[in-house]
């Protein structure tokens, strides 16, 4: 994975430097900037976790398409992320409802 394919999937999952640095990468975000800079090469476990979540995310847009859109299940943006609640969980429920609604908004006009 390079740079520019680590921040595109970053974005996509709803996540800020911040967040993917400290729950994807156990990292600071500087040396997360690093690696979408291309200054420092993306670490293989960073890489499966973001194709996992990835993946997570291309199943969970299926099965709602299998069961149908008024099924979607979701944290709203409004909703607090608590101690106890999965962030990355939450921001990848986020990016699939986003997917959706910008399906709806076709839909509608």
């Known amino acids: ?16 430097v911040a967040e993917a640095a400290k729950h ?20 293989n476990n960073v890489e499966e976790k973001i194709i996992m979540l990835l993946q997570k995310r291309l199943d969970m847009i299926s099965e709602i398409a299998k069961q149908g859109i008024d099924k979607i299940s979701y944290l709203t943006f409004n909703e607090k992320i ?5 962030l990355v969980d ?17 839909l509608l006009n």
């Open 1 to 16: 994975m390079n740079n520019k394919e680590l921040q595109a999937a970053r974005k996509l999952l709803f996540l800020s």
């Open 24 to 43: 994807i990468g156990k990292v600071t975000p500087r040396s997360w900037q690093k690696w979408e800079r291309g200054e420092n090469r993306v670490p």
């Open 82 to 86: 608590t101690e106890n609640s999965d």
């Open 90 to 106: 939450c921001r990848l429920s986020q990016s699939v409802a986003a997917h959706y609604f910008g399906k709806l908004e076709t």
